[in-house]
């Protein structure tokens, strides 16, 4: 006798779903769709470099190229740009080999001599020097960090490097924006371009417009051969990855809070904030003509007030005009 009842056959809808996802897709659709997303990436590196002078004629760019999904769309998309931009620079590759247990060391430098692309790996044991000093069970990638940061510094002016290109994309300016709201008390994020902390070195975020889930996309498609992050059983910062989940949702429930979020970093009003240093609140006096940055003492802003009743009335489904 069955104890248990028969299985219920999937429903037509359940079944043709299925279907169509297991459904070999058109090559030509493929094809289409990635050379459009490498199109966007390519605007967007673009845009990014020209809006913070990024690269200059005659820059010789180090690539940090850990084998995730970022640096190699970093890498891969600078050398097409390259090829196109109307000012020359170098593009070299540059991996730290840190001899973590089980480090795949042939993968990169195999995919680097097929595409004919300049690289250097750098060999370092900075793994031994972590589990040395950082007790079993302690956060290592502090130590880590500082460490890789150190080899790579001395690397880039071993090679002659004008400027140090790192894969953190807009995702990760935005989680580190609210990492340091939450936690730092600080509005600050990872910059497009910054001088390093060493003051020997300027550091670019060519990828800083572009969407991880673009890249994530555009490393399947180019069959990029990933090295994943695990290898040394290192601990996921579990604030950031808290921080990101909660971007995530904000997105699925209000589709374009996170654009309004990005737009802020690049729109300052630093005498509507209360730093001193950036604004000389002393200095204010009553100037008897109209300022449209002005404080409006009692009232609303009429155009916040309205980006919200856009906002609720989209999530809601229902159109909303703003006030004339």
Not at 46 to 52: L, M, R, V
Not at 111 to 125: C, T, W
Not at 179 to 205: E, W, Y
Request: proline share 7%; aromatic share 6%.
């Amino acid at each position: 006798m069955d104890l248990l009842p028969p299985p219920v056959p999937a429903a037509p809808r359940d079944a043709e779903a299925a279907a169509t996802r297991n459904r070999p897709r058109d090559p030509r659709k493929v094809a289409f769709e990635t050379n459009k997303l490498r199109k966007r990436l390519r605007r967007q590196v673009g845009q990014a470099i020209a809006d913070y002078a990024m690269i200059e004629p005659g820059d010789r760019v180090m690539v940090c190229l850990s084998g995730g999904k970022d640096s190699y769309g970093l890498l891969d998309i600078l050398l097409t740009l390259k090829d196109a931009a109307p000012v020359r620079f170098e593009v070299i590759a540059v991996n730290l080999d840190q001899k973590q247990p089980g480090f795949p060391a042939d993968v990169l430098p195999r995919y680097l001599a097929s595409r004919g692309i300049a690289f250097r790996i750098e060999e370092q044991d900075t793994y031994s020097v972590v589990k040395r000093v950082i007790p079993d069970g302690g956060t290592m990638c502090s130590l880590c960090s500082r460490l890789r940061r150190g080899v790579l510094y001395r690397v880039a002016g071993e090679i002659g490097a004008t400027k140090i290109a790192l894969g953190h994309h807009r995702d990760d300016l935005m989680a580190t924006f609210f990492l340091n709201l939450f936690f730092g008390g600080k509005l600050k994020t990872m910059p497009p371009k910054l001088v390093s902390d060493d003051g020997r070195n300027v550091v670019i975020r060519p990828l800083c417009y572009a969407r991880e889930r673009d890249l994530a996309r555009y490393a399947q498609a180019m069959a990029f051969p990933i090295i994943p992050c695990t290898l040394c059983g290192s601990q996921e910062h579990l604030q950031r990855k808290q921080v990101t989940a909660m971007l995530h949702e904000w997105e699925r429930k209000q589709p374009g809070r996170l654009d309004s979020i990005f737009s802020a970093l690049a729109t300052v009003t630093p005498s509507h904030l209360m730093d001193r240093t950036l604004f000389d609140f002393a200095a204010v006096r009553a100037t008897g003509r109209a300022d449209a940055d002005g404080d409006t003492a009692f009232d609303v802003d009429r155009r916040l007030e309205d980006a919200i009743e856009r906002a609720a009335g989209e999530t809601a489904g229902i159109p909303i005009v703003p006030a004339g």
